[in-house]
């Protein structure tokens, strides 16, 4: 072939890659340099055949020009392809695209619209953290509880709003959240108007973009400001006439059961040192636990007074993990609790009592005999608890 042939085919290679790159505003490298490759590979050729021998060879002369044709046809078949598939595009298809994409964002509108809706009907204030946890977004029922005024917050002036004295616990259980950890709940006090008032807040890890998202819920759990958001645990116990009326209905089954009365001995000192809502709410953290260790049936533990109540297990393998976690003195039963900042383990003194078909105890009697181990309990400084009979 001739010199013309080979001067053209590079013309047509360097227009192809001109036109592809102003065409799709993108350069291809891979072109460039195969460009290259065959343009050195000619000059030594053709100008410097002692430099690589083997360029000189008869072989290498004779199959040089149907490389080079070979690589034009490479580049234009790969515009060709390029030129065909934006030639398929029509107007319709535009008008088709251009229609979808008015459906999704129409879609996506709707349910921005619908998830502001669902978060005006809360009663609690809603936060979603920033995926660097710099900052977070706040709702206006967020502003009514903490009576803020901005809904962008960031992460250090809501740390100063937090009591002192529970800054480290908040921060901990918000930085530890992971996949691994999607939930947490946390109750700390947060400066209102002057005064501190106990909040939990209540939030959910989710991923999105292989980013770590947090939402959580906030409500007050200061009876005096927060009547509507009184402490769940303890006021949605029966009391001891519920108690009643439950141990005359299993009375009269042929199963065995326990009744066990708890005291919770230091919660006075606890409101002494800490205020009557820290002692609630050890309360209450200590009533969730016991009733997911012994007593998940609603019906299980009812409130007597303010610090004692009743538990009746039905399970003998429930009441054989009471009666050792007893024996041991383990954490089953002195349960170390933290609220905020402080931190307390709450010891309990128990009565116990078991009720079998054949026992001829009325009702009276037996809640009395509950009541004396307790007593026995309380007076015995060596064992907090008294199992009638032993």
Request: no cysteine; proline share 3%.
């Amino acid at each position: 072939m001739s010199n013309l042939f080979i001067y053209i085919s590079f013309g047509l290679l360097m227009l192809l890659m001109i036109l592809s790159s102003i065409i799709y505003h993108k350069f291809r490298i891979w072109k460039l340099i195969v460009f290259l490759l065959i343009a050195v590979i000619y000059v030594i050729m053709t100008f410097f055949p002692l430099w690589i021998p083997f360029f000189s060879s008869e072989f290498v002369i004779w199959f040089y020009p149907y490389l080079l044709y070979g690589v034009v046809i490479l580049f234009a078949m790969t515009f060709k392809n390029k030129i065909k598939i934006t030639q398929n595009l029509t107007d319709y298809d535009f008008f088709e695209l251009e229609k979808e994409l008015d459906e999704i964002k129409s879609t996506s509108e709707l349910l921005r619209l619908r998830f502001i809706q669902t978060i005006g009907l809360l009663s609690e204030g809603v936060i979603f953290y920033d995926e660097d946890l710099n900052g977070l977004f706040v709702t206006d029922q967020f502003l009514s509880i903490t009576k803020t005024k901005e809904n962008n917050i960031s992460l250090e002036t809501y740390v100063n709003l937090i009591h002192k004295d529970d800054q480290a616990s908040y921060l901990q259980n918000i930085k530890k959240a992971n996949k691994k950890i999607p939930s947490y709940d946390m109750k700390y006090r947060i400066l209102r108007n002057g005064t501190y008032v106990w909040v939990e807040e209540t939030g959910k890890v989710f991923e999105f973009e292989k980013k770590i998202q947090i939402i959580a819920v906030l409500k007050g759990i200061d009876i005096k400001l927060f009547p509507d958001t009184a402490i769940h645990e303890i006021d949605s116990l029966p009391l001891e006439p519920q108690m009643f009326t439950y141990l005359n209905q299993i009375m009269k089954e042929t199963e065995p059961f326990y009744l066990v009365m708890i005291h919770l001995t230091n919660i006075p000192d606890i409101n002494q040192r800490f205020g009557r809502e820290v002692g609630n709410l050890m309360i209450a953290e200590y009533l969730k636990k016991m009733r997911y260790h012994f007593a998940k049936d609603i019906n299980s533990i009812f409130r007597i007074t303010g610090i004692q109540f009743a538990l009746i297990i039905k399970e003998q393998k429930k009441y054989d993990v009471l009666s050792r976690a007893l024996q041991s003195g383990g954490d089953l039963v002195n349960l170390a609790l933290s609220i905020g900042g402080i931190q307390q383990i709450i010891y309990p003194n128990l009565g116990v009592i078991k009720r079998d078909p054949w026992s001829t105890y009325s009702m009276n009697e037996l809640v009395n005999l509950s009541n004396k181990a307790l007593n026995e309990a309380i007076s015995n400084p060596k064992r907090n608890y008294s199992v009638f009979g032993e």
